[in-house]
């Protein structure tokens, strides 16, 4: 049976946002040039990400009681990377920056000071780092007119392949955020795909860079009995640099719908892998063991 109710918190509250946020926001900056309204999928993405984080959770207080509720922290640190992208995308120097001074803080907020960790605290704060800022590094320039509407797709895919490893790592609030993720990227794909004149979406990477990995790595962090291995949760977690760069070499040998298909194809095969690792690591077999 369906839970309705977290459905509309998790699902539909983010729907609305999106869809409040780009029709009425268009409309208002329509007359004032693209330029004008170029952070509005930025602000709808990260808006409806923490409408729906307070409609499921609550409001979340500074310092949090729980470590993974520094997601909420997170979702505005990256909604601010995403509205930052277009600015920075023209200054690789300062990007480059700004990308590692997030990296850090999104590292320092992702990984858990618990005691069970001490060993390798150091370690998983350098590969958490990285990790965003390959993502940043990698989705800062999905905002070329030929991209289109495209990386929104894609990066929708790999939020929902985020969600299903969350959950199937019995850590249900990490999945219900990444659902919420996916949910606003695919209905601003859907609200652009509609629009009689297609344009493209900027900076809409960010968001997805830095969640993914922070709800990935925290579902394995909370579920550190053993039963997982890091590697599909990682995999999970670098699904938006696969994103930037199949996009990106790609560049205009493939058009139309076999470009839809191919890219499509690339973002879902690791996210499946990720799901498969899980799925049987929690059936008590090892797929690591040699």
Same mark, same amino acid.
């Given at each position: 049976?369906?839970?309705?109710?977290? %459905?509309?918190?998790?699902?539909?509250?983010?729907?609305?946002?999106?869809?409040?946020?780009?029709?009425?926001?268009?409309?208002?900056?329509?007359?004032?040039?693209?330029?004008?309204?170029?952070?509005?999928?930025?602000?709808?993405?990260?808006?409806?990400?923490?409408?729906?984080?307070?409609?499921?959770?609550?409001?979340?207080?500074?310092?949090?009681? *729980?470590?993974?509720?520094?997601?909420?922290?997170?979702?505005?640190? +990256?909604?601010?990377?995403?509205?930052?992208?277009?600015?920075?995308?023209?200054?690789?120097?300062?990007?480059?920056?700004?990308?590692?001074?997030?990296?850090?803080?999104?590292?320092?907020?992702?990984?858990?000071?618990?005691?069970?960790?001490?060993?390798?605290?150091?370690?998983?704060?350098?590969?958490?780092?990285?990790?965003?800022?390959?993502?940043?590094?990698?989705?800062?320039?999905?905002?070329?007119?030929?991209?289109?509407?495209?990386?929104?797709? %894609?990066?929708?895919?790999?939020?929902?392949?985020?969600?299903?490893?969350?959950?199937?790592?019995?850590?249900?609030?990490? +999945?219900?955020?990444?659902?919420?993720?996916?949910?606003?990227?695919?209905?601003?794909?859907?609200?652009?795909? %509609?629009?009689?004149?297609?344009?493209?979406?900027?900076?809409?990477?960010?968001?997805?860079?830095?969640? %993914?990995?922070?709800?990935?790595?925290? +579902?394995?962090?909370? *579920?550190?009995?053993? *039963?997982?291995?890091?590697?599909?949760?990682?995999?999970?977690?670098?699904?938006?640099?696969?994103?930037?760069?199949?996009?990106?070499?790609?560049?205009?040998?493939?058009?139309?719908?076999?470009?839809?298909?191919?890219?499509?194809?690339?973002?879902?095969?690791?996210? +499946?892998?990720?799901?498969?690792?899980?799925?049987?690591?929690?059936?008590?077999?090892?797929?690591?063991?040699?």
């Amino acid at each position: 049976m369906i839970m309705l109710d977290p %459905l509309l918190r998790g699902v539909f509250a983010p729907a609305v946002v999106v869809i409040v946020m780009m029709v009425v926001g268009h409309r208002i900056w329509r007359n004032r040039g693209d330029r004008k309204a170029e952070f509005l999928p930025a602000i709808a993405i990260g808006l409806g990400v923490s409408v729906s984080y307070v409609a499921l959770f609550g409001w979340t207080k500074v310092p949090p009681a *729980e470590h993974w509720q520094w997601t909420f922290v997170l979702i505005g640190i +990256a909604t601010l990377a995403s509205i930052l992208t277009p600015h920075l995308s023209r200054r690789p120097a300062a990007g480059a920056i700004v990308w590692i001074i997030i990296a850090a803080l999104s590292s320092w907020l992702i990984v858990p000071s618990w005691e069970a960790f001490e060993a390798t605290r150091l370690q998983w704060h350098g590969a958490v780092a990285m990790l965003v800022f390959a993502n940043l590094a990698a989705t800062s320039r999905l905002n070329q007119k030929n991209d289109g509407l495209l990386p929104l797709l %894609l990066l929708c895919i790999a939020a929902g392949f985020g969600s299903v490893v969350a959950g199937l790592a019995h850590t249900a609030k990490l +999945a219900q955020l990444c659902g919420a993720l996916a949910t606003t990227l695919g209905v601003l794909w859907i609200v652009g795909s %509609l629009k009689r004149k297609r344009g493209h979406v900027i900076g809409i990477g960010a968001i997805p860079s830095v969640m %993914l990995p922070a709800c990935a790595l925290l +579902a394995y962090f909370y *579920e550190s009995s053993g *039963e997982f291995h890091p590697t599909a949760f990682v995999i999970c977690g670098a699904l938006p640099f696969v994103v930037g760069a199949a996009v990106r070499v790609s560049g205009k040998r493939l058009a139309g719908w076999k470009r839809v298909v191919i890219l499509s194809l690339i973002t879902a095969i690791p996210g +499946a892998i990720a799901v498969i690792l899980v799925v049987l690591a929690s059936q008590g077999d090892d797929p690591y063991a040699y």
